[in-house]
């Protein structure tokens, strides 16, 4: 980079895929016939590359009989199972575009996702947890509780024509809720009226840029929009996640992570069926002890997450009972990864080759991933360099201009891996897409010269106190080393005299007591006077995304309508 500006691009060893996602499958499937697709654990149910291929073009012969063809939207709101991969290939096959939906969601943010996709067909689950998805959607289509028909005809949700529930733990269970609902067992079983021939016709009509997906954003600052991805970005981006990885058929990931999230979906099963490698579903949504024991039983050699959980496994009271040396190589990301937390998984987990990555879902979703011999200076101070045939620089946030090496500026991205666009969203795809298809991430960073990025923070999470600039990552980054601290969240307050206020959450390792004096004692060993936290409240737990995000703006309300210095657990600086 001779002329010193914050911009890279990578070629590759290996040209990008062309191939579609399907086409793409079906030599991965007859390579491997015989060895392990999937484990879920939760379901006893184990499915080689044979079995699951046979799934797989049943169900697509079924999206077919319903009337199902590409382009139309068929949404999925469940945790993870393997009919949710069987529907992920099997939308795939025929070119239907898969809408995830977050298994968390109550009745107004369902409908939100629904209307925003305008989606033809939902596939659900029974019930999870403390929600009764049935109860749910009969509140938001009265009309399942009359009857089947060729169409729900609510007039609300008016391209909403089927509705098709599944039940994990009985997959053979033929009786629905109710008369509009179509049972899982029947729905497949019209499917036997298609015929193979008609399926490979479907997928000989598509193309690797046809959309494929619709992600949503995960919400942690606003309203969540539909993220259009095709079969070219999220195959090639976990093919090539997979090549930095090392990552072949030998290998077996533990996938704790939610599917319907870009890290589960792409990074997760479709990066494990991309090369012939063995997905194991340690339960229906994250548990600790979970994993841990699927690492141990399934002999798992890689493990995804976000920090907060590895924390929580290396957390776990009965951690030291299972053996962790199968583990090799994984990603952690959704976050920033804490130094120490990132000595604890490779000294303590046995997992030495652990990744730090980076990028968002309008990216499919990775942008940057270290590799397994950066030296772990790369691996706890960078997010790494952009993967091949990806095209990377920083520029000044109130403009396009690329800053100089070393400058601080907003992250933007071009290439392959872009987003086709927010489905039916034309303004706020050209608000972050510009003329020129660099995709503006929100995201303030930092380049070197062989093109590692260190990301500083949210470009609106930015604290800017007394006309300094402050990232907040940093303090989280110093607090972190606290030997007492196992989590931590840095905010700003609105000030009316500094302009902003820092505020710490901080949340302490199990039995460990810390005390305000304490902590900002150990801030004032290693922190400049005004990137001391003013407020530091201890808390309990904190408000999270269903994939373990931080959400500050929540923890930035409960401050605001309490009151920075309420509540027994807070401290405040003097």
Same mark, same amino acid.
């Given at each position: 980079m001779p002329d010193g500006k914050s911009y890279f691009h990578r070629g590759g060893d290996q040209a990008l895929l062309g191939a579609t996602i399907p086409e793409h499958f079906a030599q991965v499937a007859k390579r491997f016939a015989n060895r392990e697709a999937i484990i879920s654990r939760h379901q006893t149910r184990r499915l080689t590359y044979a079995e699951l291929s046979r799934e797989i073009d049943r169900a697509a012969r079924a999206l077919l *009989?319903?009337?199902? +063809?590409?382009?139309?939207?068929?949404?999925?709101?469940?945790?993870?199972?393997?009919?949710?991969?069987?529907?992920?290939?099997?939308? *795939? &096959?025929?070119?239907? #575009?898969?809408?995830?939906?977050?298994? +968390?969601?109550?009745?107004? =943010?369902?409908? @939100?996702?629904?209307?925003?996709?305008?989606?033809?067909?939902?596939?659900? #689950?029974?019930? /999870?947890?403390? $929600?009764?998805?049935?109860?749910?959607?009969?509140?938001?289509?009265?009309?399942?509780?009359?009857?089947?028909?060729?169409?729900?005809?609510? *007039?609300?949700?008016? !391209?909403?024509?089927?509705?098709?529930? @599944?039940?994990?733990? =009985?997959?053979?269970?033929? &009786?629905?809720?109710?008369?509009?609902?179509?049972?899982?067992?029947?729905?497949?079983?019209?499917?036997?009226?298609?015929?193979?021939?008609?399926?490979d016709a479907a997928t000989a009509g598509l193309d690797s840029d046809d959309a494929i997906n619709i992600q949503y954003t995960s919400g942690t600052t606003g309203f969540p929009k539909a993220v259009l991805l095709t079969h070219h970005n999220i195959l090639n981006n976990a093919y090539f996640t997979a090549q930095a990885m090392r990552f072949d058929e030998n290998d077996r990931l533990c996938v704790p992570v939610p599917f319907y999230h870009c890290f589960g979906m792409v990074l997760s099963t479709l990066l494990c069926l991309a090369v012939g490698a063995a997905i194991i579903v340690p339960a229906e949504h994250f548990d600790p002890l979970a994993v841990l024991q699927a690492i141990d039983e399934e002999r798992c050699t890689a493990l995804h997450g976000v920090p907060t959980m590895f924390i929580a496994q290396l957390e776990h009271p009965r951690f030291a009972e299972f053996d962790?040396?199968?583990?090799?190589?994984? #990603?952690?990301?959704? +976050?920033?990864?804490p130094v120490e937390l990132m000595h604890r998984v490779i000294d303590e987990m046995h997992c030495s080759e652990i990744l730090i990555g980076y990028g968002q879902t309008e990216a499919s979703p990775i942008t940057h991933l270290t590799v397994w011999d950066d030296t772990l200076e790369r691996r706890t101070?960078?997010?790494? &360099?952009?993967?091949?045939?990806? !095209?990377?620089?920083?520029?000044?946030?109130?403009?396009?201009?690329?800053?100089?090496?070393? =400058?601080?500026? =907003?992250?933007? /991205?071009?290439? @392959?891996?872009?987003?086709?666009?927010?489905?039916?969203?034309? !303004?706020?795809?050209?608000?972050?897409?510009?003329?020129? &298809?660099?995709?503006?991430?929100?995201?303030?960073?930092?380049?070197?010269?062989?093109?590692?990025?260190?990301?500083?923070?949210?470009?609106? !999470?930015?604290?800017?106190?007394?006309?300094?600039? #402050? @990232?907040?990552?940093?303090?989280? $980054?110093?607090?972190?080393?606290?030997p007492k601290i196992a989590q931590v969240a840095v905010f700003g307050l609105p000030d009316p005299r500094m302009g902003e206020e820092i505020v710490a959450w901080v949340q302490t390792h199990a039995g460990e007591q810390l005390s305000g004096d304490e902590l900002r004692a150990f801030c004032r060993d290693g922190l400049a006077h005004f990137k001391m936290p003013k407020y530091i409240r201890f808390v309990d737990e904190f408000p999270m995304t269903v994939t373990g995000k931080l959400q500050k703006f929540k923890m930035r309300e409960v401050m605001e309508n309490e009151g920075p210095g309420a509540g027994i657990r807070t401290a405040t600086a003097s």
């Amino acid at each position: 980079m001779p002329d010193g500006k914050s911009y890279f691009h990578r070629g590759g060893d290996q040209a990008l895929l062309g191939a579609t996602i399907p086409e793409h499958f079906a030599q991965v499937a007859k390579r491997f016939a015989n060895r392990e697709a999937i484990i879920s654990r939760h379901q006893t149910r184990r499915l080689t590359y044979a079995e699951l291929s046979r799934e797989i073009d049943r169900a697509a012969r079924a999206l077919l *009989a319903a009337g199902f +063809a590409k382009g139309d939207r068929i949404g999925i709101w469940s945790t993870n199972n393997v009919e949710w991969l069987v529907l992920q290939m099997a939308t *795939a &096959r025929v070119g239907a #575009i898969l809408v995830n939906i977050n298994p +968390a969601y109550r009745p107004r =943010e369902l409908a @939100y996702a629904l209307r925003r996709s305008r989606v033809q067909g939902l596939f659900t #689950i029974p019930a /999870f947890s403390h $929600s009764n998805y049935v109860e749910m959607l009969c509140e938001l289509l009265p009309e399942l509780q009359a009857g089947p028909g060729e169409t729900l005809g609510n *007039a609300d949700l008016p !391209e909403l024509r089927k509705v098709v529930i @599944y039940d994990p733990a =009985e997959p053979l269970a033929t &009786r629905a809720p109710h008369p509009g609902f179509i049972a899982w067992p029947a729905f497949l079983s019209a499917g036997d009226a298609v015929s193979a021939a008609e399926v490979d016709a479907a997928t000989a009509g598509l193309d690797s840029d046809d959309a494929i997906n619709i992600q949503y954003t995960s919400g942690t600052t606003g309203f969540p929009k539909a993220v259009l991805l095709t079969h070219h970005n999220i195959l090639n981006n976990a093919y090539f996640t997979a090549q930095a990885m090392r990552f072949d058929e030998n290998d077996r990931l533990c996938v704790p992570v939610p599917f319907y999230h870009c890290f589960g979906m792409v990074l997760s099963t479709l990066l494990c069926l991309a090369v012939g490698a063995a997905i194991i579903v340690p339960a229906e949504h994250f548990d600790p002890l979970a994993v841990l024991q699927a690492i141990d039983e399934e002999r798992c050699t890689a493990l995804h997450g976000v920090p907060t959980m590895f924390i929580a496994q290396l957390e776990h009271p009965r951690f030291a009972e299972f053996d962790m040396h199968s583990l090799r190589t994984g #990603i952690m990301a959704g +976050a920033p990864c804490p130094v120490e937390l990132m000595h604890r998984v490779i000294d303590e987990m046995h997992c030495s080759e652990i990744l730090i990555g980076y990028g968002q879902t309008e990216a499919s979703p990775i942008t940057h991933l270290t590799v397994w011999d950066d030296t772990l200076e790369r691996r706890t101070q960078t997010v790494g &360099r952009n993967l091949p045939h990806q !095209e990377v620089k920083i520029a000044d946030p109130n403009g396009s201009m690329t800053l100089p090496l070393g =400058e601080i500026g =907003e992250v933007c /991205f071009r290439g @392959y891996h872009v987003m086709k666009g927010y489905f039916d969203n034309d !303004e706020a795809t050209a608000k972050t897409i510009d003329a020129a &298809r660099w995709l503006r991430s929100g995201d303030l960073g930092a380049m070197d010269s062989d093109g590692y990025v260190k990301i500083t923070g949210r470009l609106k !999470e930015m604290i800017i106190r007394g006309g300094e600039n #402050i @990232y907040p990552v940093e303090i989280e $980054s110093y607090l972190f080393t606290h030997p007492k601290i196992a989590q931590v969240a840095v905010f700003g307050l609105p000030d009316p005299r500094m302009g902003e206020e820092i505020v710490a959450w901080v949340q302490t390792h199990a039995g460990e007591q810390l005390s305000g004096d304490e902590l900002r004692a150990f801030c004032r060993d290693g922190l400049a006077h005004f990137k001391m936290p003013k407020y530091i409240r201890f808390v309990d737990e904190f408000p999270m995304t269903v994939t373990g995000k931080l959400q500050k703006f929540k923890m930035r309300e409960v401050m605001e309508n309490e009151g920075p210095g309420a509540g027994i657990r807070t401290a405040t600086a003097s």
